[in-house]
C-alpha cells in the first residue's frame, strides 16, 4: 500500500507543497512559510477576492477524477470568478482538510495540479492552511487579484438592448460528468466525448480574454456559468432589474452535446441552457461597444465567443424560438 499523509508531520507536508509552489514574483514580499502571506498592492487597482470550496462526493469523486486534475479545478473556479469581475490573478492559498489515509502520492498530485495552474495565471501560492479531517476530503482555495476600478465587470449593470454573448461551448462539462456517471470507460470514448470529460475535470478560467475586454471598456457586465448559462443570464437580468431573452437557434452546440444528446434523448439546447460547471463567461455588451467587444475577444483566437440573445425592459427570463417565448429552465441549484 501506498503512504499516506498520516505518516509525515504537517510541517513535512508544507514542505512538500512549497517545493513544487512557485513564489518568485515581484509582489510576493513573503509566501509560504509565516503566519502569513504579505503582497505589494497594486497601485491604482482595486484588490478582488474570492473563495471556493469542493467537497468530495458532493463536487468530485476521487476514483473518477485524477487528483491532479482536483487541484487544477479548485483553483480554476476561483480564477472563473476572478475572470466574472474583469480581474488578473495575483496570488492564491490553498487549504486542504483531509482524511488521514489520503495517499501522499494524491496529495503530491493534487498540490501540484493546483501549482501548475497557478504559476501558468500568475496566482501565486502564498500559503493555505492543512488540517486532518474525519469525513471526506475538502479542497478551499482564496484567490486574490486586480482590476482597474472603472473596469470592474459587476452583474447588474446591464441595460435593456445590450446584447447577450457567451463564450465557448456551454453544457459541455454537464454531457462530461453525465458520462462519469454512466460508468462509460475512458478509453472506449469518442474524441468529442472525451472532451467533454477534460472540460469538466480541467476547466479552463477565461480570466485572460476577461482581463482584455475589461480593460477595453467593451463590456460592464459579466458573469461565469458556474451553475448553466440560463442561471447566468437568469441572474443578470434580476440584478440589473431588466429582462433576458436566449435565441434558441443561437445557442452554441458542441459536437460532444449533440452526442450526447443523442444517445440519452435530452435535448441539446437544454443540456446547453441548464448545465454546470463550464466555468465559461456570460457579458453583457452595449450595441456600440460590439465591434470593440469582439476585437478584443479576437486577443483570444482559440476561444468562441457567441452572441445568445439580447436584454430587454420588461423583467423576466426567456427562451425565445421561432418567435415564441417560454420560461428559461433553471439552473444547478446547491440546496434543493
Known amino acids: 500500500m501506498s503512504a499516506t499523509i498520516a505518516t509525515l508531520s504537517e510541517r513535512a507536508l508544507v514542505e512538500r507543497i512549497r517545493a513544487r509552489a512557485s513564489t518568485r514574483a515581484p509582489h510576493i514580499i513573503i509566501g509560504i512559510g509565516d503566519d502569513a502571506a504579505v503582497i505589494e498592492p497594486e497601485r491604482g487597482s482595486a484588490q478582488v477576492v474570492t473563495t471556493d470550496a469542493l467537497i468530495e462526493h458532493i463536487h468530485f469523486r476521487r476514483d473518477w477524477t485524477p487528483a491532479s486534475a482536483i487541484g487544477h479545478k479548485a483553483l480554476a473556479v476561483n480564477l472563473s470568478d476572478l475572470a ?56 478551499d482555495a482564496t484567490v486574490l487579484g486586480h482590476v482597474r476600478r ?45 472532451a467533454c470529460v477534460l472540460r469538466y475535470e480541467r476547466p479552463d478560467a477565461r480570466w485572460r480574454a476577461a482581463s482584455v475586454v475589461a480593460r477595453s471598456g467593451a463590456s460592464v457586465a459579466a458573469m461565469d456559468l458556474s451553475d448553466g448559462l440560463a442561471d447566468a443570464a437568469r441572474q443578470m437580468a434580476d440584478a440589473s432589474r431588466v429582462g433576458v431573452v436566449i435565441d434558441r437557434a443561437l445557442l452554441p452546440i458542441s459536437t460532444g452535446v449533440t452526442t450526447w444528446a443523442s444517445r440519452s434523448g435530452r ?39 457567441t452572441r445568445v440573445g439580447r436584454f430587454v425592459a420588461e423583467p423576466g427570463a426567456w427562451l425565445e424560438s421561432d418567435g415564441v417565448r417560454t420560461p428559461l429552465p433553471s439552473g444547478f441549484s446547491h440546496f434543493s
Do not use: H, K
Open 150 to 194: 472603472r473596469r470592474v465587470l459587476r452583474r447588474d449593470a446591464a441595460r435593456a438592448g445590450d446584447e447577450f454573448y457567451v463564450t465557448g461551448a456551454p453544457g459541455s462539462a454537464a454531457v462530461g460528468l453525465a458520462v462519469l456517471q454512466s460508468g462509460t470507460p475512458r478509453d472506449g470514448l469518442d474524441a468529442a466525448l472525451d
Open 267 to 305: 435535448s441539446a439546447p437544454d443540456i446547453v441552457l441548464a448545465g454546470g460547471e463550464d466555468y465559461e463567461l456570460a457579458f453583457a455588451v452595449r450595441p456600440r461597444q460590439r465591434r470593440r467587444f469582439l476585437a478584443a475577444m479576437r486577443r483570444s483566437p482559440d476561444l468562441p465567443v
Open 84 to 139: 466574472a469581475m474583469g480581474a488578473t490573478p495575483r496570488a492564491s492559498l490553498l487549504s486542504l482538510a483531509m482524511p488521514a489515509d489520503f495517499p501522499l502520492d494524491d496529495f503530491d498530485a493534487l498540490v501540484e495540479g493546483f501549482a501548475r495552474l497557478a504559476t501558468a495565471s500568475g496566482s501565486v501560492l502564498i500559503g493555505g492552511n492543512l488540517t486532518r479531517s474525519p469525513g471526506p476530503l475538502m479542497v
